[in-house]
């Protein structure tokens, strides 16, 4: 199971660090991404690390913005924001998958297990 957390109010210009713990998998052995849903629209894309690193993914509207970090020891994934916008604004997901190849990434279907998400909202 994935538990995500970390997420709540900000102001536009702030900064939010999300986390990601993972019980009853071996982190070393999955790929880990992050995802966003904002109300009516699709599931999004924002970071990913591969299983066998290094190497990241983002999106292009998180560029140099937000930083995904991975530490296997501990289980754990992160999502560092910074200089958030209000079209930051949205619940996210952390996932995770054994079998996500470099070129799937940034789909969600590559993904096998989801955590239930965390509110992050920014006002501007």
């Known amino acids: 199971q994935l538990q995500a957390s970390g997420g709540g109010l900000v102001q536009a210009g702030g900064s939010l660090r999300l986390s990601c713990a993972a019980s009853?998998?071996?982190?070393?052995?999955?790929?880990v991404g992050w995802f966003r849903q904002a109300p009516g629209k699709e599931r999004q894309f924002v970071a990913a690390?591969?299983?066998?690193?290094?190497?990241?993914s983002y999106a292009d509207s998180v560029k140099g913005r937000f930083t995904i970090s991975k530490d296997n020891a501990k289980g754990m994934a992160y999502l560092q924001m910074s200089n958030m916008r209000p079209e930051d604004t949205a619940v996210y997901y952390c996932?995770?998958?054994?079998?996500?190849?470099?070129?799937?990434?940034?789909?969600?279907?590559?993904?096998?297990?989801w955590g239930q998400g965390t509110q992050v909202t920014v006002s501007s």
């Open positions: 996932a995770a998958g054994p079998s996500v190849i470099r070129s799937n990434l940034e789909s969600p279907a590559a993904y096998t297990y």
């Open positions: 009853g998998h071996n982190f070393r052995t999955v790929s």
């Open positions: 690390v591969h299983r066998n690193g290094p190497g990241t």
